[in-house]
């Protein structure tokens, strides 16, 4: 079981920076890869950055040049530097594993979800 629990989030001005951490425990190794997810209010929750076990990194359109994903794997930990923040970034955002052996069927389709951290950015 893989388990995470995310810190960071808080009230921030627009323009300003917060860094997100998920610290993660279990067996984060057998999936492909971590991501940020947010949900804004009245808004369906979507993928804001993902890193995948040799690295690569993808961004949404929307945070690309602003957002920065990293990982301690030393420490089993997920991080979103998170410059530039506009208003629209506002959201509870979401620690996830993904591509996770689920050892019931045999897929590596899992997905684990943090409890989620509120972002909150004002003009």
């Known amino acids: 079981q893989v388990q995470l629990v995310e810190s960071g989030g808080g009230s921030v001005q627009a323009g300003g920076s917060l860094k997100l951490s998920c610290a993660a425990s279990?067996?984060?190794?057998?999936?492909?890869?971590m991501g940020w997810y947010r949900q804004a209010r009245g808004k369906q929750r979507e993928p804001v950055s993902r890193i995948s076990r040799d690295g690569t990194t993808r961004y949404a359109d929307s945070v690309k040049g602003r957002f920065t994903i990293s990982q301690d794997n030393a420490r089993n930990t997920l991080y979103l530097q998170m410059n530039s923040l506009k208003t629209e970034d506002t959201a509870v955002y979401y620690c996830a594993a993904y591509g996770c052996l689920n050892a019931g069927s045999g897929d590596s389709t899992q997905y684990y979800w943090g409890q989620g951290t509120q972002v909150t950015v004002s003009s």
């Open positions: 279990g067996y984060t190794f057998s999936c492909r890869g």
